[in-house]
């Protein structure tokens, strides 16, 4: 089984502040990451797949990055929205697909 | 616009079988799409639990496959798990979700709601 580790568990940013949550797995994934933004009482939503490419209707201020083990989620400037859950998850290599145990961005 | 929406009862007795089913609307589970299901312990992360292709071909987590089994029923476009011999570890929220499924794409692109199961007698 890949474990994906996430760094820190915590983050906080001041609104507008850019925000930068850290993604590791045991073995390369590739470039098959995905990331998902959980708000309270909310489904997991999808922000990034392929370690890259936002889905639709994802603002630009959020970017993936990285390949291999290290990947890289960047909100370029905090909004109010963005305080949330976020998770990486890998589907490289089955079974099982396996998710991190999440990052909480808070308002600082 | 695919919507999922999972039902099923939200409390199982110790040792019982928790079933939940999860109907798709605005698309069609005949397509090239893989079907799942994830869950989350309150307060936790996210587990992946298994998922279904149309056929009715099927990939298990291997922590819960001796107790999980997953089917489809095309003629309702819906897909159900079932999972056995329920513990208190086994409460959590159970999302249904979407994976796109082709060129390896295998992430999570449409979620239902979640519904929450609580195992207590």
């Known amino acids: 089984e890949i474990v994906m580790t996430q760094s820190p568990a915590t983050l906080s940013v001041s609104p507008g502040e850019r925000a930068t949550l850290s993604c590791r797995a045991s073995q390369s994934v590739s470039s098959n990451l995905a990331w998902y933004q959980q708000k309270p009482g909310q489904a997991p939503r999808l922000l990034i797949y392929g370690a890259s490419t936002r889905a639709t209707g994802i603002p630009a201020r959020f970017s993936g990055s990285g390949s291999g083990t290290e990947f890289t989620l960047t909100i370029s400037s905090l909004q109010s929205e963005d305080f949330a859950i976020y998770y990486c998850?890998?589907?490289?290599?089955?079974?099982?697909?396996?998710f991190g145990q999440g990052t909480k961005v808070e308002i600082k | 616009q695919v919507q999922l929406q999972e039902s099923g009862p939200g409390l199982v007795k110790p040792s019982g079988t928790l079933s939940l089913t999860c109907g798709v609307s605005g698309g069609s589970i005949r397509s090239s799409n893989w079907w799942s299901w994830v869950r989350q312990p309150p307060g936790k992360g996210l587990e992946w639990i298994g998922e279904i292709f149309h056929s009715g071909s099927t990939n298990y987590n291997p922590s819960l496959k001796s107790r999980v089994t997953i089917s489809v029923d095309k003629s309702k476009n819906q897909f159900s798990l079932k999972l056995s011999s329920v513990t208190a570890a086994d409460t959590a929220v159970y999302y249904c979700?979407?994976?796109?499924?082709?060129?390896?794409?295998?992430?999570?692109?449409?979620w239902g709601q979640g519904t929450l199961v609580t195992v207590s007698s």
């Open positions: 979700a979407r994976e796109p499924g082709t060129a390896n794409n295998y992430y999570f692109d449409y």
């Open positions: 998850q890998q589907y490289n290599k089955w079974p099982p697909w396996t």
